[in-house]
């Protein structure tokens, strides 16, 4: 199947510094990308749709300054935790969906720690 | 975002019971989705549900679309320890969103 790379899978960051995380699709193009945040025990909340070429769609109640999205290519997506702080840890996931079947491909997540 | 429940939340069944997780949207779903997250690891897609009243089957594990669009099933006979983990229904379209999921534990 297809593959989604996601990196870093861990940090660990004072609190005040940003942490970006990237994204990518490695055998296939993505023009969509979603960026989503799972607390322990809990569902994947949907964060953001990342849009190649274009501005990323946030959910409601997801701050657009805090976290930051940029889709600069077909199989790059980048999420920046801006000035992060300790309840900004959590387990951050990336998805890329492939156009011909609509499944979706998780990359192995990033387990953010905030001091 | 749009909202879908899991019942149950968790599930213990003993080795060799069977398993049942459903899924419930309050408006009509164009498709949906099931995936698996092993403990400490990503979701993995199981399978996609499109037509009303669908029925699809996976060895063990079968999903069902209900006939209004608005509600799905996933059901695994015999369960294994392989089966452990949490299952979640995700509606699509321009976003997905999951749904709470089920944690099944199953006791050897």
């Known amino acids: 199947g297809a593959v989604v790379s996601q990196h870093p899978s861990r940090v660990i960051c004072k609190s005040g510094t940003s942490v970006k995380i990237e994204c990518r699709s490695l055998d296939f193009q993505a023009t969509t990308m979603f960026w989503y945040r799972q607390f322990p025990k809990q569902s994947l909340m949907l964060m953001a749709t990342s849009n190649e070429g274009s501005k990323a769609t946030y959910e409601q109640g997801v701050e657009k300054d805090k976290f930051l999205i940029n889709h600069a290519s077909l199989t790059l997506s980048t999420l920046t935790v801006t000035s992060a702080h300790p309840e900004d840890s959590s387990f951050y996931i990336c998805s890329a969906r492939l156009l011909n079947t609509g499944e979706l491909f998780f990359g192995e997540g990033s387990r953010l720690t905030v001091l | 975002g749009q909202q879908v429940m899991q019942i149950p939340q968790y599930q213990h069944v003993q080795e060799g019971e069977d398993f049942t997780t459903y899924c419930n949207s309050s408006t009509t779903l164009s498709n949906i989705q099931w995936y698996k997250q092993r403990p400490g690891g990503h979701p993995v897609f199981l399978i996609q549900?499109?037509?009303?009243?669908e029925v699809k089957k996976q060895k063990r594990l079968t999903f069902q679309f209900g006939e209004a669009k608005k509600n799905s099933s996933l059901h695994i006979t015999a369960t294994q320890t392989t089966d452990v983990g949490t299952y979640f229904c995700a509606v699509t379209g321009n976003q997905f969103y999951f749904g709470t999921g089920t944690s099944l534990t199953v006791i050897p």
């Open positions: 549900l499109v037509k009303s009243g």
